[in-house]
């Protein structure tokens, strides 16, 4: 076999990892584009349940804060193909795979390389004090699963930079939701969700510095995945309401807690009830 880099797909058969641009091995597991579609439709529809990367941060700390809107939303969808090394693509694939222009590609290099991205000959690898990938072990700053499905979803349907801007309020959340709950507030590791202290939606976008907060609102309310919304606005944490002043993120598109308590499940609930009441109303 030709020692040459070759354009092909890879699935770990026991993490259901996928990489891109991976040498070929012995063992390796390669798929057609049949199965390449089939894989990506599983992994979307069931995102919440298979790959993710980790994201390291620390909560109460607007870490993205000097990064433009659409730069921080092409993060996340790069650092879904990193692999348990870090690896995520060679440099000169960022355009081709981000899907952006030569001059995008610049200002996105400028804004990572050396920050987040590492660059080593052309491969380019995650710093692992921001990702990573596989067992956590014990981790020294907070941390929540970015989920690729998902993630690669929302980006593939964004057909402008000023898309890829809105899709970035989602990340900006990051640091200031709850842990167990997801739920937009003041005290991340607060596990009784009583004692909950509330943000609401207008001292967060303050906090980052955006006005017309009802534009934003209505448009994170347009993107959904399998019916269900990605976040939610409440007033009461009963049902959603598009014009609640608190918000709640669909623990499909990032999770840091336990996925077994009862927490998770009545988060899921709630956008599950949502979805079936949104796929009624299209019928």
Request: with cysteine; charged share 25%.
């Amino acid at each position: 076999m030709s020692s040459e880099r070759r354009h092909i797909d890879y699935v770990d058969e026991e993490t259901g990892e996928y990489i891109y641009f991976l040498e070929i091995r012995e063992g390796d597991t390669l798929r057609t584009k049949e199965q390449n579609d089939y894989f990506f439709d599983k992994l979307e529809r069931y995102a919440d349940k298979t790959d993710f990367v980790w994201l390291k941060f620390a909560y109460n700390n607007d870490f993205y804060a000097s990064i433009s809107p659409e730069n921080l939303t092409r993060l996340m969808y790069f650092a879904t193909f990193c692999n348990n090394e870090g690896y995520v693509m060679t440099d000169t694939d960022i355009k081709t795979m981000l899907g952006i222009n030569s001059n995008q590609v610049k200002s996105f290099r400028d804004a990572f390389f050396g920050r987040a991205i590492i660059k080593e000959g052309e491969r380019l690898y995650l710093k692992d004090d921001l990702f990573g990938k596989g067992k956590i072990g014990v981790p020294n700053r907070d941390y929540v699963r970015l989920f690729t499905g998902v993630t690669r979803q929302l980006y593939k349907r964004c057909e402008t930079t000023s898309e890829h801007a809105y899709l970035s309020y989602f990340f900006r959340m990051i640091p200031f939701v709850n842990r167990q709950t997801n739920i937009l507030c003041c005290s991340q590791h607060e596990q009784d969700r009583e004692h909950i202290a509330y943000m609401t939606t207008t001292e967060f976008f303050n906090l980052i510095g955006r006005t017309h907060h009802g534009r934003i609102k209505t448009q994170l309310q347009t993107y959904r995945v399998c019916g269900e919304l990605l976040i939610g606005f409440f007033d009461t944490l009963d049902t959603l309401s598009p014009r609640g002043n608190h918000a709640i993120i669909n623990p499909i598109l990032y999770y840091g807690g336990d996925r077994t308590k009862q927490n998770y499940a009545d988060i899921r609930k709630l956008f599950t009830d949502e979805k079936e009441a949104y796929l009624s109303s299209q019928t």
